[in-house]
């Protein structure tokens, strides 16, 4: 098996366990503060990443990696949960799940940007019109029955693409387990402080599902999760294997509608159902375009 296609069945793997990250998220604000699950959550997998170092004896980071840790933990371990737990006060989860469609299109572009990759323009083509058509859903919506939750989704997606891409670069290197590992550990001193701040008085008013969304977002969407989703993108590319994410919304829809009962209308499947096209067309034309002669002396 190629190194190309172990990237993309890590990447899917990836993607179903973060299909579940926002019904789960939307279940624990049910019981929890959004800002007290965030850190709650990055501090747990965090305490659990850095006994996951110790255990096989990681050699830490070099200098110049704090900086390119820092960015995924500005955007996936705080940046990403904060802003979506505090969007989901105001949409529902099946609503909001239509908004990582826009993250491949993110993720892409810091990957252009800060891994240096080159996609063919008929990736962007395809690309770009599965971000259009997840718009166009949520215009559709009407956004202005909850502008403050659409437009947290919309922050969540930009410092989301930007951790995705930063720390794919960094998977090439240091592995993807270890990446999102040191992230959480260079945040727990922050997240650990706070999540016992902002811990309440009581947790007698905490239902068994707000505690099994705590624990769903804590271990899989704050660390196994990772630990597929930054090896696919290191092995099949930033931009290539970010695509996969169009096909988050569809696993995210099923997931609310089977579990939260949550209402899922013929225009949500369709619209999912032809980003899923928008991903086959961008795989296709994934692959980089030939460096120029200049480029090849360098």
């Not at 529902?92 to 826009?102: D, E, K, Q, R």
Request: with cysteine; charged share 10%; glycine share 12%.
């Amino acid at each position: 098996m190629g190194r190309t296609t172990t990237g993309w069945i890590n990447g899917l793997v990836g993607v179903l366990i973060f299909s579940g990250s926002l019904p789960a998220t939307r279940v624990a604000v049910a019981d929890f503060d959004p800002v007290f699950l965030t850190v709650a959550r990055a501090a747990i997998a965090g305490l659990l990443g850095l006994a996951m170092l110790i255990a096989f004896r990681q050699a830490r980071p070099r200098r110049s990696d704090l900086v390119p840790l820092a960015i995924v933990s500005l955007g996936v371990v705080i940046g990403f949960p904060l802003l979506t737990a505090l969007a989901l006060r105001y949409v529902t989860s099946a609503h909001s799940m239509v908004f990582i469609g826009l993250l491949p299109m993110a993720t892409a572009l810091f990957g252009v940007l800060r891994g240096g990759e080159r996609p063919r323009a008929a990736f962007w083509l395809f690309s770009g019109l599965g971000s259009l058509l997840v718009v166009g859903f949520a215009l559709s919506q009407g956004l202005a029955a909850a502008p403050i939750g659409d437009a947290l989704m919309l922050a969540a997606i930009i410092v989301c693409g930007l951790g995705y891409a930063e720390g794919a670069r960094l998977s090439r290197r240091l592995g993807g387990w270890q990446v999102i590992s040191w992230a959480l550990v260079l945040s727990l001193p922050v997240t650990a402080v706070a999540a016992l701040l902002l811990m309440p008085a009581s947790f007698a008013a905490v239902e068994a599902p707000a505690w099994a969304g705590l624990a769903y977002v804590s271990l899989f969407s704050m660390l196994i999760g990772f630990v597929f989703w930054y090896r696919g993108l290191a092995q099949g590319g930033i931009a290539a294997v970010g695509q996969l994410q169009l096909l988050q919304p569809f696993f995210g829809l099923a997931l609310a509608a089977t579990l939260l009962g949550e209402a899922v209308t013929p225009q949500m499947l369709a619209s999912t159902l032809a980003v899923i096209l928008c991903v086959v067309g961008a795989r296709r034309f994934a692959a980089p375009l030939p460096l120029t002669r200049g480029e090849n002396a360098r």
